[in-house]
């Protein structure tokens, strides 16, 4: 590990203490350190949000919503946040929820074309006949006109649109 990175946080700054914190924050960092909250704990956006406890809850409720209570099948919620992360070049994302996409049934192959900006051409990333959930290959993070909707936000499930906006 870096030698300017915190081995509690994995962050460049140091988590701060619980007894510091106010009652959200204290009400925050007991949310992101209860095992299998997250993925990450408080190394992920827990560990972040406590640097503002009064957004945590509001933060928390939308990710748990979109993640866990907006009808997305585990499947297509992995490939969406792996699109985002690549997208994003969010390594700690990434890192977080390849073997999580692996875990809920994502083909090697699919995550492959994520990873690598592969063609998407004949993909099918929900790996059950699906529409496609998003293109993987280009850079552009925008659609609009002469992309032909293979942009990342042009090619997201409509479901998942809708839910966002």
């Not at 460049?12 to 350190?33: F, M, T």
């Not at 979109?66 to 990434?94: C, K, N, Y």
């Not at 074309?113 to 993070?141: C, F, H, L, N, Q």
Request: zero cysteines; hydrophobic letters at 35%; aromatic letters at 4%.
């Amino acid at each position: 590990m870096p030698s300017d990175i915190d081995p509690k946080s994995g962050m460049r700054l140091p988590l701060p203490k619980r007894e510091e914190l106010d009652e959200a924050g204290q009400k925050a960092y007991d949310r992101s350190a209860q095992p299998g909250a997250s993925i990450a704990g408080l190394q992920g956006p827990g560990g972040i949000q406590l640097f503002s406890p009064k957004t945590a809850a509001s933060v928390s409720a939308l990710n748990r919503y979109l993640r866990f209570e907006a009808g997305f099948t585990p499947h297509v919620r992995e490939v969406a946040i792996l699109i985002t992360a690549r997208e994003m070049d969010s390594q700690f994302e990434w890192v977080a929820h390849e073997p999580e996409a692996l875990k809920e049934g994502v083909p090697q192959s699919t995550i492959d074309v994520i990873k690598y900006r592969r063609s998407t051409e004949g993909v099918d990333p929900t790996g059950r006949g699906d529409r496609p959930v998003a293109a993987a290959g280009g850079r552009d993070r925008h659609a609009g006109e002469g992309h032909g909707g293979r942009s990342v936000v042009g090619r997201l499930n409509q479901s998942l649109d809708a839910h966002i906006i």
